[in-house]
């Protein structure tokens, strides 16, 4: 390959971690448990959030138990839903 090739199979595979609670970032399981704690405080179910958000119940689960990191936009739609600012989730 000369220096004017490029390679363009793209960037490399990553293998994703699966997440738990002990692995999890802190600030990943402080917008878990903050989030489930506005949910209820709302009066809201895991179904109430997807029909208000179209977010799966099975993902918004996953959310409250810490496995799997939300995107910024997700973490931002479910904060407005419960509402609250998404700060607030993220305090410890």
Known sequence: MTSDDQDVSGPP????RRVTK????????????N???ARLEAG???NDI??????G???ISVIENARHSPSL?????????VGKPLY?????
């Open 44 to 46: 809201l179910s895991q």
């Open 13 to 16: 595979k990553t293998h994703k």
């Open 73 to 81: 936009s997700y973490m931002a739609l479910l904060a407005r839903v």
């Open 22 to 33: 002990e692995n999890a970032p802190p600030e990943l399981l402080t917008f878990a448990r």
């Open 57 to 59: 119940q099975a993902y």
């Open 50 to 55: 997807t029909a208000l958000t179209g977010i």
């Open 88 to 92: 607030e989730l993220l305090e410890p």
């Open 35 to 37: 989030f489930k704690r």
